[in-house]
């Protein structure tokens, strides 16, 4: 099931007034809308966060990339996301490195206890570590997923008894998680499987979001090797 927002986010490519890369719509109610009555046991979450230095490339939303609207934490906290939880229930959250504290606080928020993570390496082809990253004291060559439980017997199914805590791949289009992510957590999470702020949608997931479409293609420049016919290609960040 696909669940667009109707508008998270003004055109980037239209003049905005004030911070035009702030969302417009309040996305609480989009997404209590959205999803009506439905439960889930397992959220998988990328927040489109926003950095407190918006100065650098390491900001989305800085004037010269406008890739995506931005949320403060503090909303990012406040979405409803304990109404739509199974009593037992699994949480996998996108946090930037820099941002760490701020992930957890979120995590704390919708009602999830921190349990561990997984790290995201990002690969070139050869397969050493992509150095295209950016931060502002190391270079930044991966993301970490936090891992977070609700409710009695959280335990994971039982491959994740064995899976290890590493997902090695080459990088995507700005900001967008690799693809392996999903068998790791159908493999060690229960459905039912609810996706925020998703871009293009999975089978037997419900995805909820503003680019959450079926055929989803990134608006702006992405690598070569993620290229497909009508998709823009850069050579780097």
């Not at 950095?51 to 800085?62: D, L, Q, S």
């Not at 996301?81 to 701020?102: F, I």
């Not at 064995?162 to 289009?173: A, L, W």
Request: with cysteine; charged share 25%; glycine share 8%.
């Amino acid at each position: 099931m696909t669940l667009r927002m109707d508008s998270t986010r003004p055109d980037l490519d239209s003049p905005q007034p004030a911070d035009r890369n702030q969302i417009v719509i309040d996305p609480r109610s989009d997404f209590q809308q959205a999803l009506a009555s439905q439960k889930f046991s397992t959220i998988l979450a990328d927040p489109p966060w926003r950095f407190i230095n918006r100065t650098g490339k390491i900001a989305p939303e800085h004037r010269r990339l406008s890739r995506y609207g931005t949320m403060k934490v503090d909303d990012i906290c406040k979405m409803p996301v304990v109404d739509y939880l199974s009593p037992t229930a699994h949480l996998y959250l996108w946090v930037p490195n820099a941002l760490l504290p701020e992930g957890l606080q979120v995590m704390q928020s919708w009602g999830f206890t921190y349990k561990g993570n997984i790290v995201w390496h990002k690969l070139r082809k050869d397969g050493g570590s992509d150095g295209r990253g950016v931060g502002f004291y190391f270079r930044n060559v991966t993301e970490i997923l936090l891992f977070g439980v609700r409710g009695k017997n959280a335990r994971t199914k039982k491959l994740g008894r064995t899976q290890v805590n590493y997902i090695g791949t080459r990088k995507r289009e700005h900001s967008r998680k690799p693809d392996e992510q999903y068998a790791l957590i159908e493999g060690c999470s229960p459905g039912p499987y609810l996706e925020m702020f998703a871009r293009g949608t999975r089978a037997g997931w419900t995805s909820w979001g503003d680019q959450a479409a079926e055929g989803y293609q990134p608006s702006w420049k992405t690598y070569s090797h993620n290229s497909s016919t009508g998709r823009q290609m850069a050579a780097s960040d």
